[in-house]
């Protein structure tokens, strides 16, 4: 499995939530800061983190898969 875009949606969701959680309330440099160093973090742990699901997955033999349901917001039932 390619982590990399994973990475990319981590790292973006990083700078949006630190942005509007702190925006207003820390100066740019610190926010900027913050942005990338959170940033880094997620880059770094997401390989570790697909080896440890992926080890997970493979000792207790479970790889689940949600098929029939339907996930559509705007669905009406």
Same mark, same amino acid.
């Given at each position: *499995?390619d982590?990399g875009?994973? #990475?990319i949606?981590? @790292?973006?969701?990083s700078s #949006?939530f630190?942005?509007?959680?702190f @925006?207003? $309330? *820390?100066?740019?440099p610190?926010l900027? $800061?913050a942005?990338l160093?959170? $940033?880094l973090?997620? #880059?770094?742990?997401?390989p570790?983190?697909y080896?440890?699901v992926?080890?997970l ?5 479970v790889?689940?898969?949600?098929d029939?349901t339907?996930l559509?917001p705007?669905?009406?039932d």
């Open positions: *499995m982590p875009p994973a #990475v949606g981590q @790292g973006l969701d #949006v630190i942005t509007i959680a @925006g207003g $309330s *820390m100066a740019a610190a900027l $800061s942005v160093g959170q $940033s973090y997620e #880059v770094a742990a997401t570790l983190t080896l440890v992926g080890h997955k493979r000792v207790e033999d790889d689940a898969y949600d029939e339907n559509t705007f669905a009406f």
